[in-house]
């Protein structure tokens, strides 16, 4: 079984920062894709930014403020989030597309994290 965890929501005042982290474990072969999309109330699910095959790609509203890592060795993923506004308040989550030690490609997604910027 593959399981992604996350850790590091909470809630900041606007123009603070917080990390974001995204642990997968279990029978990986390998991952192609990591990212993290996010859902405010009463709003689609987003994405917010993603990194694959080395490439890395960001929602225009978080472009210069949100950065994005993966630590391939500990199939983890980060997402640091400066200046952070209000509109960024919603539930981050974190999506891998893995294959499997059975050579078996699935995507999976993260439990989610509450983030709330509000002063």
């Known amino acids: 079984q593959v399981q992604l965890v996350e850790s590091g929501g909470g809630l900041v005042q606007p123009g603070g920062s917080l990390r974001l982290s995204c642990a997968a474990s279990?029978?990986?072969?390998?991952?192609?894709?990591m990212g993290w999309y996010r859902q405010a109330p009463g709003k689609q699910r987003e994405l917010v930014a993603q990194n694959s095959g080395g490439i890395t790609t960001y929602a225009d509203s978080v472009k210069g403020r949100f950065t994005i890592a993966r630590d391939n060795a500990k199939n983890t993923i980060y997402l640091q989030m400066n200046s952070l506004k209000p509109e960024d308040t919603a539930v981050y989550s974190c999506?891998?597309?893995?294959?499997?030690?059975?050579?078996?490609?699935?995507?999976?997604w993260g439990q989610g994290t509450q983030v709330t910027v509000s002063s």
């Open positions: 279990g029978s990986i072969f390998s991952i192609t894709t």
């Open positions: 999506n891998a597309e893995i294959i499997n030690s059975a050579r078996s490609r699935s995507i999976y």
